[in-house]
């Protein structure tokens, strides 16, 4: 009697593995809706702008969250297994098909969509937070944050699309591949 009730577990583990449980289940019902998920995501971000353009400040916050943007940005636009640390410059390394012929290869990110979207919105809603506390109201001159995150963006994308041109891949797929050969009419040709 007295190891069943050691084995079983307390009131606050069941408590957050019950709140775990619901995040996970209202997770999964909203990865089909890629659209619906990204414009809440962009309406929250608009609603953080607002509150830290009405109230003039937090612009740290501001700034070290759209550095983890980019960040992520970074890593949504790049492929799972980077040509770049498998091959010597003086290789060309693995490419992307480019006659009907080749084998058809979709582009594999090393942050995947969904991943990315999740990742903004609890970075957003930490920053969020953070804007209620004046611990992190660091008085700052805020278009020298602007300034230096825009040469930031600048310089990191030139790099990413350097990248994406040596190794010619393009991180969007575009469309479904087309089989070659003949194309089936639906017609039933009897014999």
Not at 18 to 28: G, R, V
Not at 105 to 115: G, I, Q, V, Y
Not at 129 to 151: A, G, K, Q, R, S
Request: glycine share 4%.
């Amino acid at each position: 009697m007295e190891d069943e009730i050691r084995d079983r577990p307390g009131f606050v583990s069941r408590f957050f593995s019950s709140i775990e449980l619901k995040y996970q289940y209202y997770l999964d019902s909203f990865t089909p809706h890629t659209t619906a998920r990204w414009v809440v995501a962009v309406l929250f971000l608009m609603a953080f702008c607002a509150r830290i353009f009405l109230i003039q400040g937090f612009y740290i916050v501001t700034y070290a969250l759209f550095i983890y943007y980019l960040n992520m940005f970074l890593l949504f636009l790049t492929p799972s297994i980077d040509p770049a640390l498998e091959f010597d410059d003086d290789d060309d390394g693995p490419v992307l098909p480019s006659r009907t012929s080749d084998e058809f290869r979709p582009f594999m990110r090393r942050l995947p969509e969904f991943k990315f979207w999740h990742s903004m919105m609890k970075s957003t809603l930490i920053g969020f937070v953070c804007t209620f506390f004046e611990v992190f109201d660091v008085p700052v001159f805020w278009p020298i944050l602007v300034m230096y995150f825009i040469i930031l963006f600048c310089l990191t994308m030139k790099r990413q699309i350097m990248h994406m041109i040596k190794y010619k891949y393009i991180p969007f797929t575009v469309g479904k591949p087309k089989r070659s050969g003949k194309e089936d009419t639906g017609k039933v040709v009897v014999g």
